[in-house]
């Protein structure tokens, strides 16, 4: 259940990077409402999966997901540059954090 936690927290914490590009493109209550929700959310599910997973792991994996979340987000959605070599990057962020859950 913690892994679950820590890979879901990480999916919110994309969910709260893609809410600051839309409050700097908005500025309304609920976008700013959203980055909150968002955000709170990713910090209380990483919190709960810290009870049984180590710290550095947990924080890794975390900002492992959000990282390379956040930039494949970015490529998709927002038509940020899709150059081989942020690809190749994000994928050794991916493989590093599947590395740690597999020696964890």
């Known amino acids: 259940m913690a892994w679950a936690s820590l890979v879901l927290a990480g999916l919110f914490e994309m969910f709260g990077v893609a809410m600051i590009h839309t409050l700097h493109r908005d500025r309304n209550w609920q976008s700013l409402l959203c980055l909150i ?7 209380l599910l990483l919190a709960y999966a810290m009870k049984t ?3 550095g792991t947990a924080y890794a994996i975390w900002t492992g997901i959000g990282a390379s979340g956040g930039a494949l987000l970015g490529m998709i959605v927002y ?5 081989w070599k942020r690809i190749v990057f994000i994928a050794m962020i991916l493989g590093a954090a599947i590395g740690l859950k597999f020696i964890s």
Request: glycine share 20%.
């Open 79 to 83: 038509g940020e540059s899709k150059d």
């Open 53 to 55: 997973i180590s710290m």
């Open 37 to 43: 929700l968002g955000f709170g959310a990713s910090f």
